[in-house]
Nanobody, 124 residues
Framework: QVQLVESGGGLVQAGGSLRLSCAASGLTFSTYALGWFRQAPGKEREFVARINWSGTSATYYADSIQGRFSISRDDANKMVYLQMNSLKPEDTAVYYC????????????????WGQGTQVTVSS
């Protein structure tokens, strides 16, 4: 059974930083692409960042967070991280980790597995 478990969310002031973690189990982690998505209240879930399988580890980012967020993976420990710097109030959302084989996309419907989400709240 595949499980993705996010952690690291919380309340932070604008300009601060957080690092989100996602622990994976039940899948051949190195062959999966991992993505981070977020959903703010009253809005649709949106793409944040993704990293391809360990063969390339290519990374992609949404324009809204480019230069502020960084995604990385640790295949030995089956973890994916989202380092978030220079946080803004508009980054407030529930952040989700997702997985799909090999190559990620920006579309949430393409992902096979999802975590339960972790709340990030940025105060002004």
């Amino acid at each position: 059974q595949v499980q993705l478990v996010e952690s690291g969310g919380g309340l932070v002031q604008a300009g601060g930083s957080l690092r989100l973690s996602c622990a994976a189990s039940g899948l051949t982690f190195s062959t999966y692409a991992l993505g981070w998505f977020r959903q703010a209240p009253g809005k649709e879930r949106e793409f944040v960042a993704r990293i391809n399988w360990s063969g390339t580890s290519a990374t992609y980012y949404a324009d809204s967070i480019q230069g502020r967020f960084s995604i990385s993976r640790d295949d030995a420990n089956k973890m994916v991280y989202l380092q978030m710097n220079s946080l803004k109030p508009e980054d407030t959302a529930v952040y989700y980790c997702a997985a799909r084989p090999f190559t990620g996309t920006n579309y949430d419907g393409d992902y096979d597995y999802w975590g339960q989400g972790t709340q990030v709240t940025v105060s002004s």
